[in-house]
C-alpha cells in the first residue's frame, strides 16, 4: 500500500497535484512529482493520474476490480495523450484481477478500440 499526500497547485482545474509517497515522522512529506488528473468518472468511481512527463500513472478506482470494458476506454484514451499503455499493469488484488496484465492487452479484447 502506497501512502502519499496530494497538493493541488492548479486551484482553476483541481486537476494538477504535488503528489509526496516519502514520509518522515508523520508529518513531512519530500521529494513531491507533478500528477495530472486527465480522466475523472462523474461519481468519482475511477480516476487516471498521470506524470506529465509519460513516465508513470495510476488508474485509481474505490473497487478493486474495473470491467475490462471500461479499462479498454480507459486505454484508448492514455494512447490519445501519447502514453505507451504496455508499460501498464493491472493489480493484482482481493476481489480483482488475480493476475498482472498489460493494459495494451486488454485493448485487443475489443478490436473497436
Do not use: M
Not at 514520509?23 to 500528477?35: E, K, P, T, V
Not at 468518472?41 to 500513472?57: E, F, I, K, L, T
Amino acid at each position: 500500500i502506497a501512502t502519499g499526500r496530494a497538493q493541488v497547485v492548479d486551484h482553476r482545474t483541481n486537476a494538477k497535484l504535488k503528489v509526496s509517497f516519502l514520509n518522515l515522522w508523520d508529518w513531512i512529506y519530500l521529494f513531491s512529482g507533478d500528477y495530472w488528473i486527465i480522466e475523472l468518472d462523474q461519481h468519482y468511481d475511477w480516476a487516471v493520474a498521470v506524470n506529465p512527463r509519460r513516465d508513470s500513472g495510476w488508474i485509481l478506482s474505490r473497487s478493486p476490480y474495473l470491467s475490462k470494458y471500461r479499462l479498454a476506454q480507459l486505454e484508448k484514451e492514455l494512447r490519445s495523450h501519447g502514453y505507451d499503455t504496455c508499460q501498464w499493469v493491472t493489480t493484482i488484488q482481493k476481489g480483482g484481477y488475480d493476475e498482472r496484465k498489460r493494459l495494451c492487452e486488454i485493448r485487443s479484447v475489443f478490436s473497436r478500440f
